[in-house]
């Protein structure tokens, strides 16, 4: 059973800083990409960053090239995702979801994700 759950949000200051985790289970990591979707109130859900299982190559939106950074912990099954100096467009709530099979021009594409798991809200305060 694929089991995909975030955890790391909350209430942050602006400036301030947070790790997203997403502990995966259920599934083998062969030819899987990790990614993290977010969604503000009011707009659609928009790709972040992803990063593949193995190799560990990572993609990110080109409009948060700089300010995001993902990663992963193989050994614990988890992947993650960083923010320093949050600012308020930051809020939002974030998602991790798996793709198998997705080759690098389409890792960025949301339909390519088959599972996901039930999000993190991150609110940054003004």
């Known amino acids: 059973q694929v089991q995909l759950v975030e955890s790391g949000g909350g209430l942050v200051q602006v400036g301030g800083s947070l790790r997203l985790s997403c502990a995966a289970s259920?599934?083998?990591?062969?030819?899987?990409?990790m990614g993290w979707f977010r969604q503000s109130p009011g707009k659609e859900r928009e790709f972040v960053a992803a990063?593949?299982?193995?190799?560990?190559?990572?993609y990110y939106s080109d409009s948060v090239k700089g300010r995001f950074t993902v990663s992963k912990d193989s050994a614990k099954y988890t992947v993650y995702l960083q923010r320093n100096r949050l600012e308020p467009e930051d809020t939002a709530i974030y998602c991790c979801a798996r793709a198998t099979g997705v080759v690098s021009r389409t890792v960025r594409n949301i339909d390519k994700y088959d599972h996901w798991g039930q999000g993190t809200q991150v609110t940054v305060s003004s």
């Open positions: 990063i593949r299982w193995n190799g560990g190559m990572t």
């Open positions: 259920g599934f083998t990591f062969n030819s899987v990409a």
